[in-house]
């Protein structure tokens, strides 16, 4: 290779600064043809890769927002007993034990949100003044889970429940009446747990009703959940 180089130098003058520019840029193969050089090492003789720096790509990801919807008033068979100005509002803690209701229920896989479901919500949520009161009087969640499915069944294995499984009858009443006792009260403030526990207490033919009276829950504990119904700590989702 380098006396085929060598020859080819001598094939043009030694003065010509062309040819020293095209040898200094070129390198000679085998077939006579000239290839750009790259740059060397001078202890080793070998070749260097040299790579030009590429423009780094930065990878920003898009972060979306996620909007939490909640709701401020629970589904309710008579829209026109008030003005909606009127109206009481909802708990913080009785929105998220209508919330858990629903979660129960669907996770039961029954077709439907029930007075047992509601009593279930208000123990998942737990920090009530209803769900501290059923504790206290030995009604916890498992129980009333296990005798939910004790007094109405297992569903079907292969059936799922909608995302927002619709109240049943008598659940749908329990609502109704914590709003009604909470008009006809005419004091200020939110609908709280003990509403809807009350309410479903009310439903005497109704899964949740028998559930809690087979735990021991009684007229009498009613009336003393009653007297302080309304004193639940307010928490309110802004």
């Known amino acids: 290779m380098a006396a085929q180089c060598l020859c080819s130098a001598s094939a043009v003058p030694s003065n010509s600064r062309a040819f020293v520019r095209n040898f200094a840029g070129s390198s000679c193969s085998l077939d006579g043809s000239r290839k750009p050089l790259v740059p060397g090492s001078s202890f080793r003789g070998a070749k260097l890769a040299v790579e030009r720096p590429r423009p780094e790509r930065s990878f920003v990801r898009k972060r979306h927002s996620t909007v939490a919807t909640v709701l401020f008033s629970l589904p309710t068979a008579n829209q026109e007993r008030a003005s909606p100005e009127k109206l009481p509002k909802w708990s913080a803690r009785a929105i998220k034990s209508f919330a858990m209701a ?137």
């Open 102 to 238: 629903e979660l129960e229920a669907r996770k039961l896989k029954y077709p439907n949100t029930g007075t047992e479901a509601l009593v279930m919500g208000i123990l998942v949520e737990g920090t009530s003044l209803a769900a501290k009161f059923l504790r206290a009087n030995g009604i916890t969640l498992f129980k009333v889970r296990e005798e939910t499915v004790n007094l109405l069944g297992k569903s079907d294995m292969y059936f799922f429940s909608p995302e927002h499984p619709p109240l049943t009858e008598p659940a749908q009443r329990a609502l109704d009446w914590a709003i009604d006792t909470k008009l006809k009260s005419g004091e200020d403030g939110e609908i709280t747990p003990s509403h809807i526990l009350l309410g479903v207490w009310s439903e005497k033919e109704s899964a949740g009703h028998k559930i809690l009276e087979s735990m021991g829950f009684t007229d009498e504990k009613a009336e003393e959940l009653a007297k302080s119904m309304d004193k639940d700590v307010k928490l309110s989702y802004k």
